[in-house]
Each structure stands twice: as C-alpha cells, then as structure tokens.
C-alpha cells in the first residue's frame, strides 16, 4: 500500500501518553516529529483532523507538554546547528495548513 492510499489511523485515546511512549521509542528527535505530525499517521494528524482542533490543541497544555518531548529528544539526540528554527516553522506551518 502506498502512503496516499494508507488511511488514517483512529485518533488516540490519550495524546501525550501515546507521545510520551513514541519519544522513549524514537531514535531521534526527527523521527519523533515525524511519528506525531506525519499528515497520514501522525498522531496529531489523527487526534486533532480539523483546522479547528488544532488551533485548540496550541493553544492547550497538551500541546505544550508534546513541545516538551521534542525538546527533550532533541536534548537527547543531538541536533545540527540551525535545525531547530527551521523544525520549529515545519511543525507551525503544519499545523496551520493541514485541512
């Protein structure tokens, strides 16, 4: 199955535990991100689907909580210089775009 056939999964019943169990998991902090913004599985993609909620979901602890384990993985992990900004806007721009 291709990544435009797969279909969304259903959305998760606890957002940050699901998270917090995908940040122990990750190898690295762009693998994270990955796992919670990719617009077909990700799981904000899937607990968040409409412009709405995700406006909601930045403005919640929820979201600021996520925020944390990336920065914590990209403590743990490493990151090249000037990524952050740059992971920062991809993350913010998704969120704001995705329909």
Avoid: C, H
């Avoid at 535990?17 to 762009?30: P, R, Y």
């Amino acid at each position: 199955m291709t990544r435009e056939q797969a279909k969304p999964k259903p959305p998760a019943a606890n957002p940050v535990a699901e998270a917090t169990a995908a940040a122990a998991a990750a190898a690295t902090w762009a693998d994270l991100v990955n796992v919670l913004f990719d617009p077909v599985e990700g799981l904000v993609a899937n607990a968040y689907p409409t412009r709405s909620a995700r406006e909601e979901f930045v403005k919640s602890e929820e979201y600021r909580s996520i925020q944390r384990l990336i920065e914590s993985a990209v403590i743990r992990t490493g990151l090249i210089k000037g990524y952050r900004a740059a992971a920062a806007t991809a993350v913010r721009a998704y969120l704001n775009d995705f329909n």
